[in-house]
């Protein structure tokens, strides 16, 4: 081969500078600043509160009315129909007509100098109360699971666009040279599938690296057989090489992604297991969590995501089954079993956030797609079974936000009597987008990507910046 840049004497670096340029020539620069370590892809609009965040979504859609929005008038209807006017233009997955109201078997108290509101299944974030920031009046487009989780993290109802964490990537690029800029954990299948983390219409380099429990967290990291680092090197280089001179010749930044997916999994197959082992960390720090090393589970997810964030992986998003309670209000399965799973890992991460100092540059959002109705889903027409759940419900759930710039000790919102609908201080799930990005130190209306002849951005053409929440 004739071309100089391909001699084996000249440094790896040096060769692929040598090729940047062309259409495809920001994304290689920006793959290449991340091998000096940190970099911004398009640098923050304006300075950041937070550097990292961790997406806790709990799968199915936690009932606000039993964990975080008390609603004693629901009493008074307990077994009955709600009011016609209640119920107008209302839409539900599954509750009949006339389903009557469900008053919350469980006792609610005040925690913490702000007097926050908890329920007593959750016992261990009433003790964060003053680190948490409570809103009680979201609402989402969508009542259904997929197009739910969808709406939650990309804004939108159907299949194709680019979720929160993969707009973070791609509008402020790596904190870290060995670990991917946004990582999934999951505790168990979700209905969008991989689509709750992909990359939409951004380039690939921007989606989700879903890992897995265990010294492999990605499927094929570590060598075959009698293949040493310093071989498995040289094959790496003569790939990146190859790939280069298709880069060159068609000015594809998919190809530019190519190169750094195989830089980084090289550069994984050393950070990837020492991350993932959480024996390493005190035994009062995994007690904390509950969390135990060689399991799987929601504790040692959380445990996962502090030292991901530690070691700078900017966007984090543990995806948490069991939440979707159509049966089981009641105990000791069902939603009470989903909160003895949740409760302690999710007020660890906080906690241990904080005492590390990392709690002020990282954003913590707890949530489900939507919540829980007011009403019973009752399996026959007389009225309460002995397992009654809740129907899906998406004009006035609640959700947790703590560190990464929000005001802690702060309840913001309130629904009605009933639960139903927002009686002040609405938040979309566009707000809290254009929150969360804020808070980022990006404008929101600002973070754009041209396709199909006009701009996206993750907050479609809504959102606003709720500076009511904000420290």
Same mark, same amino acid.
């Given at each position: 081969?004739?071309?100089?840049?391909?001699?084996?004497?000249?440094?790896?670096?040096?060769?692929?500078? =040598?090729?940047?340029?062309?259409?495809?020539?920001?994304?290689?620069?920006?793959?290449?600043?991340?091998?000096?370590?940190?970099?911004?892809?398009?640098?923050?609009?304006? =300075?950041?509160?937070?550097?990292?965040?961790?997406?806790?979504?709990?799968?199915?859609?936690?009932?606000?009315?039993?964990?975080?929005?008390?609603?004693?008038?629901?009493?008074?209807? =307990? @077994?009955?129909?709600?009011?016609?006017?209640?119920?107008?233009?209302?839409?539900?997955?599954?509750?009949?007509?006339?389903?009557?109201?469900?008053?919350?078997?469980?006792?609610?108290?005040?925690?913490?100098?702000?007097?926050?509101?908890?329920?007593?299944?959750?016992?261990?974030?009433?003790?964060?109360?003053?680190?948490?920031?409570?809103?009680?009046?979201?609402?989402?487009?969508?009542?259904?699971?997929?197009?739910?989780?969808?709406?939650?993290?990309?804004?939108? @109802?159907?299949?194709?666009?680019?979720?929160?964490?993969?707009?973070?990537?791609?509008?402020?690029?790596?904190?870290?040279?060995?670990?991917?800029?946004?990582?999934?954990?999951?505790?168990?299948? #979700?209905?969008?599938?991989?689509?709750?983390?992909?990359?939409?219409?951004?380039?690939?380099?921007?989606?989700?690296?879903?890992?897995?429990?265990?010294?492999?967290?990605?499927?094929?990291?570590? #060598?075959?057989?009698?293949?040493?680092?310093?071989?498995?090197?040289?094959?790496?280089?003569?790939?990146?090489?190859? #790939?280069?001179?298709?880069?060159?010749?068609?000015?594809?930044?998919?190809?530019?992604?190519?190169?750094?997916?195989?830089?980084?999994?090289?550069?994984?197959?050393?950070?990837?297991?020492?991350?993932?082992?959480?024996?390493?960390?005190?035994?009062?720090?995994?007690?904390?969590?509950?969390?135990?090393?060689?399991?799987?589970?929601?504790?040692?997810?959380?445990?996962?995501?502090?030292?991901?964030?530690?070691?700078?992986?900017?966007?984090?998003?543990?995806?948490?089954?069991?939440?979707?309670?159509?049966?089981?209000?009641? @105990?000791?399965?069902?939603?009470?079993?989903?909160?003895?799973?949740?409760?302690?890992?999710?007020?660890?991460?906080?906690?241990?956030?904080?005492?590390?100092?990392?709690?002020?540059?990282?954003?913590?959002?707890?949530?489900?797609?939507?919540?829980?109705?007011?009403?019973?889903?009752?399996?026959?027409?007389?009225?309460?079974?002995?397992?009654?759940?809740?129907?899906?419900?998406?004009?006035?759930?609640?959700?947790?936000?703590?560190?990464?710039?929000?005001?802690?000790?702060?309840?913001?919102?309130?629904?009605?009597?009933?639960?139903?609908?927002?009686?002040?201080?609405?938040?979309?799930?566009?707000?809290?987008?254009?929150?969360?990005?804020?808070?980022?130190?990006?404008?929101?209306?600002?973070?754009?990507?041209?396709?199909?002849?006009?701009?996206?951005?993750?907050?479609?053409?809504?959102?606003?910046?709720?500076?009511?929440?904000?420290?």
């Amino acid at each position: 081969m004739d071309d100089p840049r391909v001699s084996p004497m000249i440094p790896r670096r040096a060769f692929l500078r =040598a090729g940047a340029a062309g259409l495809g020539s920001i994304a290689l620069r920006s793959l290449l600043a991340a091998d000096d370590g940190a970099t911004e892809a398009f640098g923050t609009h304006f =300075a950041p509160k937070a550097k990292h965040i961790i997406f806790l979504h709990m799968l199915g859609g936690p009932s606000q009315v039993d964990l975080l929005d008390p609603k004693p008038a629901l009493a008074k209807f =307990a @077994g009955k129909p709600m009011p016609d006017s209640i119920l107008k233009d209302k839409q539900f997955a599954f509750v009949p007509k006339g389903a009557g109201a469900l008053a919350s078997p469980y006792k609610f108290t005040r925690h913490g100098e702000s007097g926050a509101w908890f329920s007593e299944l959750l016992p261990h974030l009433a003790k964060r109360a003053d680190d948490l920031t409570v809103v009680r009046s979201m609402q989402t487009d969508e009542f259904n699971h997929g197009a739910g989780e969808l709406f939650l993290h990309t804004g939108f @109802g159907r299949l194709g666009r680019p979720t929160f964490g993969a707009w973070v990537s791609y509008g402020l690029g790596s904190l870290s040279d060995s670990l991917p800029t946004f990582v999934v954990l999951s505790t168990g299948a #979700n209905t969008a599938g991989n689509s709750a983390w992909g990359n939409g219409f951004l380039p690939s380099v921007h989606q989700g690296v879903k890992f897995r429990s265990g010294a492999e967290p990605v499927h094929f990291l570590a #060598n075959p057989g009698g293949v040493d680092a310093d071989r498995q090197k040289s094959v790496i280089d003569g790939v990146s090489a190859l #790939n280069q001179l298709a880069f060159e010749r068609y000015e594809d930044p998919e190809i530019a992604t190519r190169i750094a997916q195989y830089e980084m999994a090289f550069r994984l197959q050393a950070s990837g297991p020492e991350l993932m082992q959480i024996e390493n960390e005190p035994q009062h720090v995994l007690d904390l969590y509950g969390a135990k090393p060689n399991a799987a589970g929601y504790a040692n997810l959380c445990l996962l995501a502090r030292r991901m964030v530690e070691r700078g992986v900017r966007y984090v998003q543990i995806m948490m089954t069991g939440w979707d309670h159509h049966t089981g209000i009641y @105990g000791p399965g069902g939603l009470p079993r989903s909160c003895r799973n949740m409760d302690r890992p999710t007020a660890a991460l906080i906690a241990d956030l904080k005492q590390r100092g990392l709690l002020d540059d990282t954003l913590v959002i707890w949530t489900g797609e939507f919540g829980r109705t007011p009403m019973v889903q009752a399996l026959s027409p007389q009225g309460f079974t002995q397992e009654p759940g809740r129907d899906h419900h998406k004009d006035g759930f609640s959700l947790i936000l703590a560190g990464g710039g929000v005001r802690p000790g702060l309840t913001y919102g309130a629904t009605d009597e009933f639960g139903f609908d927002p009686a002040e201080n609405p938040m979309h799930v566009h707000d809290l987008h254009a929150t969360a990005l804020h808070l980022l130190g990006i404008d929101h209306k600002k973070l754009t990507f041209k396709h199909q002849g006009r701009n996206f951005r993750l907050t479609d053409v809504s959102g606003r910046v709720v500076k009511e929440i904000l420290a």
